[in-house]
């Protein structure tokens, strides 16, 4: 039995794990799905307070509060950013780390450091314009090419996310390079990705990787694929 941490993506929630969390339980592996501060099911306590380190600090109080071990931490798009500070202050708890078409940021980067300028500066108005100067509204589903069964429930679904979480920038000391075994997944079938450069960088550092084609969404889009990616990681990382 493995224990995983699937931790979404920016504007979206426990609730897009669903499918893979279910197949994952239904083999027999403990699944930890938490919701980061201030989306979805805690939407109700959004503040421009909460930043990057709020949601590090999610999952890493998770993992010490469950007093969860030999984890294979999994992150999705802006959940790379989470994932990275989290297994990079607790490397002993992590067995495998997985970066799902998500951000692979260096010590010091935050994630507009990862968008073009115009994208940048979307995000920047649309706050300003529909959320006080502080929240983002969640991209389309469309843009991120999900299936089209999912679009209209995706777009229901995802609730507004604190700029601060995509301005702050990440602080690392080097416990990455402590974990043997480190993933990525790169969902190559939409246009416009901001995740090539993640790619690459993983592909440099000697990380093992892989494919899958589909929209960003990889966990609504190929759900069954997904599963058993993950749970060949962790066949791989015991």
Known sequence: ????????????GSWCWARVRRALLDQGHLVFTPTL????????????????QRHIDDVANLIRWEELDSVILCGHSYG???????ADS?????????????????????????LPAEQRELQVSLANEFGDGWRVPPIPAEVFNVNARDRDWVDRQC???????FQ????????LSQISR?????????????FTLSYDRAKARGWTTSEIACGHDVMLDCPEALTSELIGLASAAD
């Open 1 to 12: 039995m493995a224990t995983f941490v699937l931790v979404h993506g920016a504007w979206h």
């Open 37 to 52: 501060s201030g989306v979805a099911e805690r939407s109700h306590a959004i503040s421009p307070d909460i930043d990057l």
């Open 80 to 86: 790379g950013c989470v994932v990275s500070g989290v």
């Open 90 to 114: 607790m490397p002993e708890r992590i067995a495998a780390l997985v970066y799902l078409d998500a951000f692979l940021l260096e010590d010091g980067e935050s994630l507009h450091d990862f």
């Open 159 to 165: 609730t507004p996310q604190p700029l601060a979480t």
């Open 168 to 175: 702050q920038r990440i602080r690392l000391n080097g416990g």
């Open 182 to 194: 480190i993933h990525f997944i790169f969902a190559s079938d939409w246009e416009g990705t901001p």
